[in-house]
C-alpha cells in the first residue's frame, strides 16, 4: 500500500498577472445573484506527475486542476467588475519529475435566481484564449429556466454562445451574459 501522500498545491501569494472581467446581464426574466466567480487553473505539463505504476490499478494520475474565488461587485443591477489573475499558481516540483507548470483555464460566473441550491446554475465564461486576446462574449440563456427547471434541481445551464442557433423568432425568449475582460499589468 501506497503511504506517500500527495503535495498540497500552492496558490500564488504574489500574482501580478491581473484582468479585469466586466460582467453584463441583458433582459433577464428577473434578478440574478452571483453565486461562483472563480478561475480554473490545472497543470499543463503532465510529465511533472507520477507515472502510472506509481498508481494504484495503474491509472494515469489525474490532472491537478485549482479554482480560485475572486470578488465579483455589483455596479449595478445589470453589470459586475471584478479583479482575478492569471498566474493564480504556483509552478513548482511537485512530484519530483520536474516542474509542474500550472495556466488559467477558464474564468467562469455562476448565477442563480435567489441563491437557492435547487435554482438554475446559468453559467457563463471565458476559457484563456479569450481573456489573454480581450475577446468578449456573449452566452443566451432561454428564459423559461428561470428561476428553476421542473423536476431538476440545480440544473446547469450552460447557455448557447452561436446566436445563429436560436431560431430568428424565438430569440425573445432568451436573455443574455456577456463578459469581456481588460489586461491590468503589462
Request: glycine fraction near 6%.
Amino acid at each position: 500500500m501506497d503511504t506517500k501522500q500527495r503535495p498540497q498545491y500552492k496558490e500564488n501569494p504574489n500574482p501580478v498577472q491581473a484582468y479585469r472581467l466586466r460582467m453584463h446581464i441583458h433582459d433577464a426574466p428577473g434578478p440574478l445573484k452571483v453565486t461562483v466567480s472563480a478561475t480554473q487553473h490545472d497543470v499543463v505539463t503532465p510529465e511533472c506527475l507520477p507515472p502510472p505504476n506509481a498508481n494504484p490499478g495503474v491509472h494515469l494520475s489525474p490532472i491537478p486542476t485549482n479554482d480560485i474565488p475572486f470578488q465579483l461587485e455589483r455596479v449595478s443591477d445589470a453589470e459586475y467588475t471584478g479583479v482575478f489573475y492569471i498566474d493564480g499558481m504556483v509552478d513548482e516540483h511537485y512530484h519530483g519529475r520536474g516542474i509542474c507548470r500550472w495556466e488559467l483555464i477558464q474564468v467562469q460566473v455562476q448565477l442563480r435566481a435567489t441563491g437557492e441550491e435547487q435554482e438554475t446554475r446559468f453559467i457563463a465564461s471565458l476559457d484563456r484564449e479569450q481573456v489573454e486576446q480581450g475577446e468578449g462574449k456573449r452566452t443566451y440563456f432561454w428564459k423559461a429556466r428561470y428561476p428553476r427547471v421542473e423536476n431538476f434541481d440545480a440544473f446547469p445551464d450552460l447557455g448557447e454562445s452561436d446566436v445563429d442557433a436560436i431560431p430568428e423568432g424565438s430569440r425573445a425568449e432568451f436573455f443574455s451574459i456577456s463578459m469581456e475582460t481588460e489586461e491590468l499589468t503589462k
